[in-house]
């Protein structure tokens, strides 16, 4: 286990049996071997108009209906779930559970949770590489990140990483992998093969988020006690810019941005500025920042929909979602969904 208090060197990594571990008998309610694959539902159950929101202390995903707004359902789980991700076909959807170690598995159609994951202490954040092949989970409390083979249910690495890492963004290749260390400052570059840091880079106070540009030049990652958002050259892999923020009538220190999204095309970015209430409309290419939305209490995570029409986010300390038309640059309806919302995934 990684010590809090220690930088990870490049090239360290931990091995289970000759690169593998079987995750059984690991303390999760179910064993993974019992986890429903993607390629046993068809891709066309997909895109049932529903939203998604992990609700940290409420222990529950709330499940909207994108069109009207009105809550499904409300989906007890393993408790605080945070962090969340689909498979390809949106028929399973993996949700981090911190205070119980594991992955619940929800059956998108169902609605209900049918499997657990066992994790290392304190999931929070999550991704899958594109073909499905692997599963990459940022826990906590032990300063690592487990690389899972889900095919073979097996833990092919976990690799030691500074104090409290947290968001992951795996390359479309699945070969690369980028995680924020919150306590250790910074961004790590990870070797997915092989599971060791090929490199590190200093970044602003407590890092949370990492998105990509889509001409995959650039590595956009928010600061969220230093209130700013470093723009990293992905060549070369050193800060080329910081962004700060200042939505009107609030001090610099309530400004602490966490979520990020990028529009398909490059030109928008859209962060959100946490206990500054606001999200921030930001010129790519200029880095201006053109606008600010105020939205609910401690806005979190970001989400946007498929034809960049309407921006969700999640408001941690006001207990609901906030839900912006882009056009009008406007809040047109606040959801309560459950206690601190983390995070929206929608399956249109």
């Known amino acids: ?117 066992p994790t290392g202490p304190s999931p929070e954040v999550l991704e899958i590489t594109p073909d499905e092949r692997l599963m990459f989970i940022a826990n906590e409390e032990d300063s690592s990140l487990w690389i899972i083979d889900l095919a073979e249910k097996v833990l092919l690495h976990e690799v030691p990483t500074g104090a409290e890492p947290e968001g992951v963004y795996i390359t479309d290749d699945g070969k690369t992998l980028y995680l924020t260390s919150e306590v250790a400052d910074m961004i790590h570059r990870i070797d997915v093969d092989q599971g060791i840091i090929t490199a590190n880079v200093i970044v602003g106070t407590r890092p949370r988020r990492i998105r990509m540009t889509p001409d995959k030049k650039e590595l956009w990652v928010s600061a969220e006690l230093s209130g700013e958002v470093y723009i990293i050259d992905v060549e070369t892999f050193k800060v080329i810019d910081v962004m700060s923020f200042l939505p009107p009538g609030f001090r610099q220190v309530d400004v602490t941005p966490v979520g990020l999204v990028i529009t398909a095309d490059g030109k928008t970015a859209y962060v959100s500025l946490g206990r500054a209430n606001h999200v921030a409309f930001v010129d790519v290419a200029t880095r201006e920042i053109f606008f600010y939305v105020l939205v609910g209490s401690r806005a979190w995570n970001v989400t946007l929909t498929a034809d960049e029409s309407t921006l969700f986010v999640a408001n941690g300390l006001s207990d609901d979602v906030s839900v912006v038309d882009i056009s009008s640059r406007k809040v047109t309806q606040s959801i309560p969904t459950g206690r601190i919302p983390y995070q929206v995934l929608l399956d249109e």
């Open 1 to 117: 286990m990684q010590s809090k208090t220690t930088i990870p060197q490049v090239g360290e990594q931990v091995l289970f049996s000759g690169r593998r571990k079987v995750l059984k008998g690991m303390g999760a309610s179910v064993a993974l071997a019992a986890l429903p694959m993607a390629v046993t539902r068809p891709a066309s159950a997909a895109g049932r108009g529903l939203a998604f929101v992990s609700n940290e202390k409420g222990h529950t995903v709330t499940v909207l209906d994108i069109n009207t707004l009105d809550v499904v359902k409300q989906i007890k789980t393993s408790r605080r779930p945070r962090g969340m991700v689909f498979n390809l076909a949106k028929t399973l959807l993996y949700v981090a559970c911190g205070d119980e170690d594991v992955v619940d598995v929800i059956d998108a159609e169902l609605l209900e949770v049918v499997d657990a994951i």
